[in-house]
């Protein structure tokens, strides 16, 4: 009985402890990647852009150009509007034309926010400190789960009231 308490406790020990260690290797390889990309980017430019929600973006977040990573996410603050301001450190030799455009992306429907750039065909550059002023803000999960739910709700009110038409457009496919 008692080496079997004893098993047990060593079994719940060591499972805590292997969590331990997985979270310690999470926090550290981000503090690696961070010193990384700012030993690297000593040639960096801070580009901002306003946003009016930028929920789930925080500081160290990815900002990608075309699929790969181009800079991180900087301070964010609030303007006299109350926007989101956030800079952005970009990897200085990475071209931005002027009319570059910024949108808030999720990993997957619950995973991190990162910000994505897409160029524009402006001649001039984004120098450090310039503006881009063409933004998408941050979708909301919840917002989105409604908004399919509201749809879904409105075709089958439309079914319901009519279900000859609705018979009839299932034959049709």
């Known amino acids: 009985m008692m080496a079997s308490e004893s098993r047990e406790i060593l079994i ?23 010193a990384r990309v700012s ?6 430019k801070t580009v901002i852009a306003k946003f009016n929600r930028v929920d789930g973006l925080v500081e160290g977040d990815d900002v990608m150009l075309g699929g790969i990573r181009v800079g991180t996410i900087g301070k964010m603050t609030l303007d006299d509007h109350y926007r989101a301001v956030v800079r952005m450190k970009v990897f200085g030799d990475v ?31 984004l120098k450090s400190g310039g503006e881009i002023t063409y933004t998408q ?23 319901q009231r009519d279900p000859d038409k609705a018979g009839k457009n299932k034959a049709k496919q």
């Open 12 to 34: 719940g020990a060591g499972a805590f402890g292997c969590l331990l260690l997985v979270l310690a290797y999470l926090y550290a390889g981000r503090d690696w990647r961070e």
């Open 39 to 44: 030993a690297g980017t000593s040639g960096h």
């Open 95 to 125: 071209p931005l034309p002027a009319d570059t455009s910024a949108a808030i992306h999720t990993d997957g429907l619950f995973g991190s926010k990162f910000m994505v750039l897409e160029p524009g065909g402006d001649e001039k550059l």
């Open 137 to 159: 803000d941050s979708m909301v999960v919840s917002d989105l789960l409604e908004l399919i739910i509201a749809e879904g709700r409105a075709a089958l009110a439309a079914r």
